[in-house]
T-cell receptor, first 111, second 113 residues
């Protein structure tokens, strides 16, 4: 059983459209990260959220941490082909040493 | 500055063989973690080492072992390879342990035939 459930699994949109990826769990996390992974490469950290209700923006990407620190979302505005990739959410439980990953959402932005 | 480097990048083995994967962390990083990523899934935690000691182990069989050297580089060893061990093996480093902010290498793609 996956600690973090991501949806949707696949997302294909046209350039200029908006998209949202969801990451849900029944567990409370001390911090939650979003990573992006491109083919043949390792995941690259995009953002860390630690406070319930926190919203962070990274250019056209907006990340939100749920009030109860159990879920998160990633919203991309006016998607571009360069946003194509596998988006992974990951969470660290309190007093835990390992980072747990969701299965990922494959985003394809068509030109 | 050099990022996390892993070797080899690709390798092919047959069932029953043994494999050693190597990782050099970012300079100054004392924690190294290993993850297995099967196609279509997110990375699964295998080991974490900090200051040359094993600090955590995931749900993997004893065929998997690892160690960290005095220069903080690390090796992952897998014995008696099975077809199901085919995956991308990722090494990640961080300055401290128990953090979600990891720096990953490009991975070692292992194919078991």
């Amino acid at each position: 059983t996956q600690l973090l459930e991501q949806s949707p699994q696949f997302l294909s949109i046209q350039e200029g459209e908006n998209l949202t990826v969801y990451c849900n769990s029944s567990s409370v996390f001390s911090s939650l990260q979003w990573y992006r992974q491109e083919p043949g490469e390792g995941p690259v950290l995009l953002v860390t959220v630690v406070t319930g209700g926190e919203v962070k923006k990274l250019k056209r990407l907006t990340f939100q941490f749920g009030d109860a620190r159990k879920d998160s979302s990633l919203h991309i505005t006016a998607a571009q082909p360069g946003d194509t990739g596998l988006y992974l959410c990951a969470g660290l439980l309190s007093n835990d040493y390992k980072l747990s990953f969701g299965a990922g959402t494959t985003v394809t932005v068509r030109a | 500055d050099a990022g996390v480097t892993q070797s080899p990048t690709h390798l092919i083995k047959t069932r029953g063989q043994h494999v050693t994967l190597r990782c050099s962390p970012i300079s100054g990083h004392k924690s190294v973690s290993w993850y297995q990523q099967v196609l279509g899934q997110g990375p699964q935690f295998i080991f974490q080492y900090y200051e040359k000691e094993e600090r955590g182990r995931g749900n993997f069989p004893d065929r998997f072992s690892a160690r960290q050297f005095p220069n903080y580089s690390s090796e992952l060893n897998v014995n008696a390879l099975l077809l199901g061990d085919s995956a991308l093996y990722l090494c990640a480093s961080s300055f401290i342990q128990n953090t979600g902010e990891l720096f990953f290498g490009e991975g070692s793609r292992l194919t078991v035939l």
